[in-house]
């Protein structure tokens, strides 16, 4: 069964997480990404790791094919224009100014290739006072309210590890994508597409980004602050999160409080949160005399709750393995390793995974898929415009 966007060439010119991931995706579900890298490579390759290749360069790259172009230089721009004009997407990550003065902004890219479909993304936008600002995903945490929001409960604002704005900005970058297809596929029309870390980071705040006319600066935006969260237990750490009336009963039977359950004092969540100082130390209290698989496992299915693990348990927890969501590869440089699956799981289609690509190992490959002879790919190579 052909996967979804078989047939689409996607070229990737961006580094770092969120747009290789994004465009890994589109990979996942069959587009042909060629990841187009400058001298030296994508600047995550040399981010360190335990493993002789960056951990994260191989999880945001897989599905491509590299090539190494130098932009900068006459015959590398040249060549990335013959890509260009059969392809059916771009996308890059430089800061506004950057496009331009290499000559492969949108209105460049569209003269050669009217349906073009352009995706720019950057750290804050393309316009205002900070468009060439540098932006990475901590950066955002910090500007945007992230990490504020974060240390509510110390007055400490705190980074949450992990690069959570450039993931959920990578599925920014492949909605965004996608929709345009979509638009060209029913129009013919090609578009520039914007994504960004700033509108990403405000985007997924949407349930604290709201302010009334009425309401003072210091409003209290996260209603999560009550007695959900992580406790100590006998052995190991435990989540829960019983809001609704009917979680809420369960909890305090297993927790030993059962009188607590439809008491008037605590029969709305309202009325929970506000003596949520009073709950958190009972809580604790009962926890105390299980471990935490204990209580999942007495749990389960019937309060909102979970063992805290760590990423290493993903590779072999039972429920990880029946979603197919971990799968073998096997690399040059490192051997067989364990990684995710794919990040949408479709009812049709379903080629395999491929591991990340070494830099520049597809060059020759892609520069012959688009047409290049065998003597003009040797006379890029002596003039270092591909390698």
């Known amino acids: 069964m052909a996967e979804a966007l078989e047939g689409i060439v996607v070229l990737d010119l961006t580094a770092y997480l969120a747009g290789p991931y994004g465009c890994a995706v589109l990979g996942d579900v069959g587009a042909d990404v060629i990841k187009i890298e400058p001298p030296g490579g994508d600047n995550t390759r040399q981010y360190p790791s335990t493993l002789e290749e960056c951990r994260a360069f191989l999880g945001a790259n897989r599905n491509k094919r590299s090539i190494v172009i130098d932009l900068k230089s006459a015959e590398g721009k040249k060549a990335f224009y013959r890509l260009v004009e059969k392809a059916d997407v771009v996308v890059q990550n430089f800061r506004p100014r950057v496009a331009p003065s290499l000559g492969i902004d949108y209105e460049t890219l569209k003269a050669k290739k009217p349906d073009l479909i352009y995706c720019s993304f950057s750290g804050f936008g393309d316009t205002g006072p900070l468009k060439d600002h540098p932006g990475y995903d901590q950066m955002l945490q910090c500007f945007s309210g992230v990490a504020a929001m974060q240390g509510i409960d110390t007055g400490e604002p705190q980074i949450m590890n992990g690069s959570i704005i450039d993931y959920y900005s990578a599925a920014m970058v492949t909605v965004s994508i996608l929709s345009a297809l979509v638009h060209r596929l029913r129009t013919g029309e090609g578009q520039h597409v914007k994504a960004s870390l700033l509108r990403s980071a405000i985007a997924m705040q949407a349930g604290q980004f709201i302010w009334a006319d009425s309401e003072p600066r210091d409003v209290n935006r996260w209603w999560g602050s009550s007695y959900s969260g992580i406790y100590p237990t006998k052995e190991g750490y435990f989540y829960l999160q019983a809001t609704t009336a009917g979680f809420w009963k369960a909890l305090c039977e297993f927790l030993g409080f059962p009188e607590l359950g439809e008491h008037p ?67 040059p440089r490192i051997g067989k390793y364990r990684t995710a699956g794919k990040a949408v799981k479709m009812g049709k289609g379903g080629s395999p995974i491929r591991r990340a690509p070494l830099l520049g190992e597809h060059t020759n490959e892609v520069l012959a898929g688009f047409g290049f002879q065998v003597d003009e790919i040797a006379s890029l190579r002596e003039k270092k415009a591909v390698a």
């Open 265 to 331: 004092d605590y029969d709305t969540l309202k009325k929970r949160t506000a003596i949520k100082d009073k709950i958190r130390p009972l809580i604790k209290e009962a926890l105390m005399k299980r471990t935490a698989r204990e209580w999942e496992e007495l749990m389960m299915g019937k309060v909102p709750s979970i063992a805290v693990r760590p990423i290493e348990d993903m590779f072999d927890h039972p429920q990880v393995l029946a979603e197919e969501l971990v799968v073998e590869l096997d690399h």
